[in-house]
């Protein structure tokens, strides 16, 4: 059975950080791409970053500079790593495993919520 737990969420002021990660059981962990999306109130799901097997990394426009994606494939966890966390951060934050070359092979967490708030 394939698990992917998120962890890290929660309140911070804006300026603040905090690190999200995922931890996967039940797959090879090491062949997956993993993505990070989140998805704000009455907004549709954006990809905040990605990283593949070989540790290339994504990140979006909109986080770029202050949000770092990583991966410990001893761990079997992805890691993101957010800093300077503005109010429009504020969204339920969702890890992703998708292997690059078997279709059908791609599988959610449940997301954890992060609120940028003073």
């Known amino acids: 059975q394939v698990q992917l737990v998120e962890s890290g969420g929660g309140l911070v002021q804006p300026g603040g950080s905090l690190r999200l990660s995922c931890t996967a059981s039940?797959?090879?962990?090491?062949?997956?791409?993993l993505r990070w999306y989140r998805q704000a109130p009455g907004k549709q799901r954006e990809l905040v970053a990605a990283?593949?097997?070989?540790?290339?990394?994504n990140h979006a426009d909109s986080v770029k500079g202050r949000f770092t994606i990583s991966r410990d494939n001893a761990k079997n966890t992805v890691y993101l790593q957010m800093y300077s966390l503005k109010p429009e951060d504020t969204a339920v934050y969702y890890c992703?495993?998708?292997?690059?070359?078997?279709?059908?092979?791609?599988?959610w967490g449940q997301g954890t919520q992060v609120t940028v708030s003073s």
């Open positions: 990283i593949s097997s070989g540790g290339t990394t």
């Open positions: 039940g797959i090879r962990f090491s062949a997956y791409t």
């Open positions: 992703n495993a998708d292997h690059p070359f078997v279709s059908g092979f791609n599988y």
